[in-house]
């Protein structure tokens, strides 16, 4: 049969059920009967970013059908076979919709299903960054359970973002191997039309980072031609279906790699076969063109950023070291070339070989740095990563920072040989690699005697860490000669430009002014670019033609100017990664602020991902502004309009973590005691008229300001 043919077929076969599950859905609920995914604002994303309209009913999924039927056209050519692929994905995406009906929890873990919007947001930093080079979609039955582990190991230590379908699920569970969003290996389902789930991600990537607009089907598969490095790996025997659903991956850019010799001709560079899978992942890194970044680190166990997320519970633990119980603590310091020797790692104190199984101690861990470039201000930025450092580490769990730390060193890490001493070569491993710019010498001393950790943490690191914050309580806004540009998430929002300043952090939460100037010193070609502050347009608003000559260059002039201060003035663009956003709400005179991890309902009758969907890609939209966590209790924090007197709501859960904070600064510029208390939440209002008679009762300053618009 022709490789068109067997297209054809598996789409006719997709469509049919697909015609098959809504007559079902209409016979039972009628026409009228909402559907869609949950927890994200593109409707069915396939078909939204496919076509510009949102479904949703049954009936205007009926609608929609005809428009999947005139994608296929049977006629044995390229752009027919495309568009069977395509068609393929949205019979696909209606089946899988369709399962969710009603409010439905059509998957259990360990089957995902369908992804959050604030998931894929989540993932923005990571593949920004590289740390996740890639994402393969495994499909079938693998030969082996053991291929199927294997494979996905593979994959999972070199970062990739892996995600299943069908057989390889069951094959890996009976493995016993760890899936989920945490570890990067996420079983999508059995059946072959949750693979739409992962396509789903892609196309919602378009739409949230790279600003395509819904409806626009050159500028989407562009988008995930050139931007989206995914690819598939289909085990044979194929069949139709398969096949239909790999010309859509094909369509999109994503190659195919699959074991089955004989029932499709193969097609260069998109259509690969090859009959040994143990070499499909080098084969599949090179048709998409991925590129790995190695650190050799000498551990017994995996390092790979895929670990950061993984969890160890209490019986998996074979120790803990636990900061919150006794002292703890993890510090950097900047010492003289002569007190340094590079690669010495101690440990002072017993190893964790002499602790008993599941109990509590004691850890400090110093790492001494120097090199003739290296800057004090530099230690915090390389302390930050330790986070994620030790998280990488395969069985190893890090919370926390400075001196309130908790390790988690699993049993099976431990029995394969990890030890306290690893830590130390991780850290050694990773600072010498990412700084090398900077660092020449590095040795790590790690202690795990309590009396030393005792006296360390408040002798040592407890006075580093005060005096650090008396240095970044002195860096505002007007002490410093210089501001950073930076345009790391232009992989993904192409002309999209953060302008990073010391009350102004980074919208993704991740780039403060200190990481940014240092990113600039290790690498002053890279992604952050110093912007200088001396010709102001206006103080009230944080304009500098500075800034606008930068944004404007950075941009390749997408963007004309931005100001600093404001949210209704050119604001500042967000590429789709941001923490938070907030929003005006016009009945209040203010504005809220829904971070990435409340999943409930705002006063604006807007969920997260909705209001998330208003900003993005690059473009400014006044009114709505993406910005990191810490920008909320700033003092810079929309300035021009007020500041943080406009705050009227948040998520409780947010307004707990920055309260400390946003009450100071309240406290500081207007004298307001317990600003917080003032602030609405979803426990007092999900609605305007409730939200505005609880700040009338308050007093909420925000009610006697000017109007926003
Ligand atoms: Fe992306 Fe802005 Fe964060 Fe840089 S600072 S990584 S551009 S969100
Ligand atoms: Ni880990
Ligand atoms: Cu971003």
Not at 141 to 156: E, F, G
Not at 300 to 309: H, L
Not at 341 to 350: A, R, W, Y
Request: charged content about 25%; proline content about 5%.
């Amino acid at each position: 049969m022709l490789l068109f043919d067997i297209v054809f077929n598996g789409n006719d076969k997709m469509y049919d059920r697909a015609v098959a599950d809504l007559d079902a859905a209409i016979a039972k609920y009628g026409e009228d009967k909402a559907v869609g995914f949950p927890d994200t604002a593109y409707s069915l994303p396939c078909y939204y970013s496919e076509t510009g309209e949102k479904i949703s009913t049954l009936g205007e999924m009926k609608e929609a059908l005809k428009y999947v039927k005139s994608l296929m056209t049977r006629e044995r050519r390229l752009d027919s076979g495309f568009k069977s692929g395509v068609a393929t994905a949205l019979a696909a995406e209606f089946i899988e919709a369709l399962k969710y009906i009603d409010g439905a929890q059509p998957y259990e873990l360990p089957y995902e299903g369908h992804f959050s919007d604030a998931k894929i947001r989540e993932l923005g930093v990571p593949l920004v960054t590289g740390d996740i080079p890639g994402v393969a979609v495994i499909i079938g039955k693998a030969p082996t359970a053991q291929d199927a582990v294997d494979l996905v190991k593979s994959y999972q230590s070199q970062g990739i973002f892996v995600t299943l379908v069908g057989d390889c699920i069951e094959q890996i569970a009976e493995a016993g191997y760890k899936t989920g969003f945490g570890v990067r290996v996420v079983p999508l389902g059995k059946e072959i039309s949750s693979v739409v789930h992962v396509v789903s991600v892609a196309l919602r990537a378009a739409l949230i980072f790279g600003n395509v607009t819904p409806g626009d089907k050159a500028a989407l598969q562009k988008y995930t031609f050139n931007r989206i490095n995914a690819f598939v790996n289909a085990f044979g025997p194929l069949d139709d279906l398969t096949v239909a659903c790999g010309a859509g991956a094909i369509y999109y850019g994503f190659p195919v790699v699959t074991n089955d010799m004989d029932y499709t001709p193969s097609v260069p560079k998109s259509l690969i076969k090859y009959e040994d899978v143990s070499q499909w992942n080098p084969i599949s890194l090179e048709a998409r063109g991925i590129k790995i970044k190695i650190t050799n680190i000498d551990i017994p166990v995996a390092f790979a950023s895929a670990f950061e997320g993984e969890i160890i519970r209490r019986g998996d633990m074979q120790v803990e070291f636990d900061g919150s119980r006794v002292d703890c603590f993890e510090l950097v310091q900047s010492k003289e070339l002569t007190e340094v020797e590079d690669h010495k790692i101690e440990v002072i104190g017993p190893e964790i070989d002499a602790f008993e199984v599941g109990t509590k101690h004691s850890i400090g861990y110093v790492v001494e740095v120097a090199g003739k470039n290296m800057n004090a201000d530099f230690e915090p930025v390389f302390e930050r990563k330790f986070h994620s450092y030790i998280n990488c580490i395969e069985g190893v769990m890090h919370t926390g920072q400075r001196d309130m730390i908790r390790v988690r060193i699993s049993k099976d890490a431990f029995n394969a040989g990890f030890r306290a001493k690893h830590i130390g070569e991780v850290l050694y491993a990773k600072i010498k690699n990412e700084f090398d710019a900077v660092v020449d010498k590095c040795q790590v001393k790690i202690y795990t005697n309590p009396e030393d950790c005792t006296k360390l943490r408040h002798e040592l690191a407890i006075p580093a860490f005060d005096k650090r914050d008396d240095r970044l309580s002195t860096l505002t806004d007007e002490s410093v000669d210089v501001y950073y540009s930076c345009i790391m998430c232009q992989a993904f929002s192409p002309s999209h430009v953060c302008v990073v300043t010391p009350e102004r952090l980074g919208l993704c939460g991740a780039v403060s002014w200190l990481d940014a100037k240092a990113t600039n010193e290790l690498d002053p070609s890279g992604p952050c670019q110093v912007i200088t502050k001396e010709r102001v347009i206006d103080e009230r608003t944080g304009a500098y033609e500075d800034v606008n000559e930068a944004v404007n260059k950075f941009s390749q002039g997408a963007l004309e100017k931005v100001t600093l201060y404001s949210i209704m003035e050119d604001p500042m663009t967000s590429c789709g990664c941001f923490e938070c956003i907030c929003g005006i709400e016009p009945f209040s005179n203010g504005v809220i602020i829904a971070n990435r991890e409340y999943s409930g309902m705002t006063p604006l009758g807007m969920t997260f991902p909705e209001l998330a969907s208003m900003t993005g890609g690059g473009v400014q939209t006044p009114g709505f502004m993406g910005h990191g966590k810490h920008f909320i209790a700033s003092k810079k924090f929309m300035k021009a309009e007020g500041g943080i007197e406009r705050i009227v709501w948040m998520p409780k859960e947010l307004k707990e973590t920055v309260a400390e904070k946003l009450n100071a600064t309240a406290k500081e510029l207007y004298g307001i005691d317990n600003f917080t208390d003032m602030i609405g939440d979803e426990t007092i209002a999900e609605d305007p008229e409730t939200l505005v008679a609880f700040l009338t009762e308050k007093g909420h300053p925000a009610l006697g300001l000017d109007p926003m618009m």
